[in-house]
């Protein structure tokens, strides 16, 4: 037999797997707190918005005007959806023995009413609780199977409660066609939703382990895929916020209102993430100061060339290097093969002095013709790789060399020295950390302290500026 596969209407979903099987049964499993309603609430709203789907929720836990409260809370208007002829509430009582008839009758003939084609059952539990014997429950749940899964073709989620020492399978589990796992974990100090796909029946799921929010509905937040360059790539930024710098990205100007003028910004990365991947959240920000021609002096960080600094604002942001020679300085160290273009500077210093002195007059040079409106960002990284512990003298003095002429700076750190974040986040403004987990791309402010948010590429948009998600 082949299998029909319908959508999910989980955000997110369509990056891991094919979708449901038409007329599964589904298994969702979590401990208090873990998003268990949401994901099926989701799972029916988006079935009836987007694919105009009918679905039953059969709750034994609330009633009706508690549930539409709740879900509208997320964006999920099911109030609407009744008024369609698209949904329907089952509010039943925590059953007993003699009534487990009744409401599986109860649940069929409204899944009839509405040729619904999704239903969802919350708790699970409350359900099987209420059976005399693993026997009588596995009856039941063959005939829901026979009388709605197959008969009316309406794919089934069954939610079950379950204690954190709980471990074990049930029967369902193992009759099931998908088995979904949600639990609460701790991530850096910070809340982290994870969803784990045990089985799923005809999809083949190489990375079963995945992050996911409640913002706005139950969303999954699949490994990232940093995009190729766009064929005709065209960037505009958003407007600055009020006395700081856009970010770059409309929905961090909201969360932390820009980067404030004449500050100085720590990005820590994990040695996990790449280039292509901080530059996600770092990039935008730039790439807004050459579009409103604004003077920006850059200093790699470890392993970045001068190539990959220009092929990231002209590949992705569609900057013309004839205004990277007018706006932009790139500073290497070391020896450069080849002839570079008249833009990147070598700082031949011997000393962390020297180095220092060169870089505040290619600055004050460049601010002097260009303005006072200068972005700067520094490989933290790589400066302590070429001089040591001398390198916190350097940072001293920049940080009062900074304030004479404002602007913007950035400090890149990475993981190289034990003490170098430590030492620099006393010194600045705003100290943020991106990391991943999961194969997601995550940020998080230090300084100040912020939730978790997920860094999400956004097709709609040019291929390096993200939508800014929380993770709630």
Known sequence: MV???????????????????????????????????????????????????????????????????????????????????????????????AGIGGIFTEILEAADAISARR???????????????????????????????????????????????????????YVADALICLKTARFEDKLLREVTFVKTRGSEIRSPNVCAT????????????????????RFEPPQDPPGAYTTGIAELDNEIGGYPHDSIILWEISP????????????????????KNRPYVLLPSIGITWRSIRDLYVKYYGISESKLGELMRILVMGPIEIEPPSYVRLLSGQSCQETFKEFREIVHLLAEEKGRHIARLLGADTLTAMFGEEVFRFFEMWTSCFKETGGLAMLI???????????????????FKITKKHGCIMLYGKKP????????????????????????
């Open 3 to 97: 299998l029909e596969f319908m959508e999910t209407g989980i955000p997110g979903a369509e990056r891991l797997l094919r979708g449901f099987p038409r007329g599964s049964l589904i298994v969702v499993r979590g401990t208090p707190g873990t998003g268990k309603t949401v994901f099926g609430a989701t799972f029916l709203h988006e079935g009836a918005v987007k694919y105009g789907e009918p679905g039953v929720y059969a709750s034994f836990g609330e009633n009706k005007e508690k549930f539409y409260g709740f879900m509208k809370g997320f964006g999920m208007d099911f109030e609407k959806l009744e008024g369609k002829s698209l949904f329907r509430f089952l509010s039943l009582p925590t059953i007993l023995e």
């Open 272 to 291: 996990y993430v790449t280039f292509h991947e901080y530059s996600l959240v770092l990039a935008p920000a730039l790439a807004s100061f050459l579009a």
């Open 214 to 233: 409640l913002h706005q509905g139950f969303k999954l937040l699949p490994r990232q895929r940093v995009p190729k360059p766009p064929i005709s790539p």
């Open 449 to 472: 302290e912020t939730p978790l948010y997920a860094v999400q590429p956004d097709p709609e948009k040019n291929a390096l500026t993200p939508k800014i998600m929380p993770v709630v």
């Open 413 to 431: 750190a990475k993981p190289v020295h034990p003490h170098l974040i430590k030492m620099l986040s006393p010194m600045v403004d705003m100290h």
């Open 119 to 173: 239903l969802v059952i919350d708790p699970f539990t409350a359900l099987s609780q209420g059976f005399k014997s693993e026997a009588e429950a596995r009856a039941f749940l063959h005939t829901l199977l026979s009388n709605i899964v197959s008969r009316l073709g309406c794919t089934t989620l069954l939610i079950k409660e379950e204690l954190e020492s709980e471990g074990r399978y049930s029967f369902e589990d």
